[in-house]
């Protein structure tokens, strides 16, 4: 099975020569819809199998391309909760590919599901399902949360420190309304989060369609011949 990005890959930045390329790298481009075309035919059946293989290839297309947006308007305070949302998409299509009768609970609001029978199931039941493919994620996952909640990473990345030229007299202090990275690293970071994930949700995404698309394929060319 293929592989979440563990924290270890996350931080190795020797991808990139520069912010500018990293930030080229992070376009979506066609990744996400070259699936969907590789795998789906006009004509072929449909099932609320396919319907969540179709839906997952849009929410992937919308998020990574938000992303990649809000990385060039050095703005974490959206990259941060948007790569997030795009994990948790990932973790829900791993699960949902060892897991397809979940699906079921996904067609109607969480509180429209009948009381006595299948449940959503929490982020945390997701990670831990995702643990044993990626360990790690879980605090890969954590940090991601720390930036989407007010913490932290909300609390100091709009100031700034410089040492002063002055011996004795404290350091320079600055703050900013306007969003931006705190230095080029955080920005690389964040790139090489939505490649990595990019990555995973691309190979998962051909997982469940050989999985679960492919046969209903073979069966559509069977009834044409």
């Keep these: 099975m293929p592989k979440l990005p563990n924290e270890s890959v996350l931080l190795d930045l020797s991808q990139f020569g520069s912010v500018d390329e990293a930030m080229d790298k992070v376009e979506p481009g066609l990744r996400y819809t070259r699936v969907f075309s590789e795998f789906l035919d006009e004509g072929m059946n449909l099932n609320v199998l396919v319907l969540f293989f179709s839906s997952m290839i849009s929410r ?11 990385i060039r308007q050095s703005n974490p305070h959206a990259v941060l909760p948007l790569l997030r949302a795009f994990a948790e ?40 399902h995702a643990e044993k493919f990626a360990p790690g994620f879980k605090e ?27 011996p004795g ?8 309304s306007a969003p ?37 394929r073979s069966e559509f060319y069977a009834g044409t011949e």
């Excluded at 992937?60 to 809000?70: D, N, T, Y």
């Excluded at 007299?169 to 900013?176: D, E, F, I, L, Y």
């Excluded at 690293?185 to 995973?200: F, G, K």
Aim: proline share 4%.
């Design 140 to 166: 890969v996952y954590a940090d991601l949360c720390e930036g989407t909640h007010f913490g932290s990473i909300a609390m100091w990345t709009p100031h700034s420190t410089s040492d002063s030229d002055t």
């Design 60 to 70: 992937s297309v919308g998020l990574h391309s938000a992303i990649a947006r809000e």
């Design 169 to 176: 007299v404290a350091a320079n202090w600055s703050w900013s």
């Design 89 to 128: 998409a990932v973790l829900l299509l791993m699960y949902v590919t060892d897991n397809p009768q979940y699906v079921s609970s996904l067609t109607v609001r969480a509180r429209e599901l009948p009381k006595d029978g299948p449940k959503r199931k929490s982020i945390q039941a997701l990670i831990s």
């Design 180 to 216: 931006h990275w705190k230095n080029d690293r955080d920005a690389l970071v964040s790139c090489a989060q939505m490649l990595e994930l990019a990555n995973a949700m691309e190979a998962y995404l051909t997982v469940f369609a050989k999985k679960f698309i492919v046969p209903l």
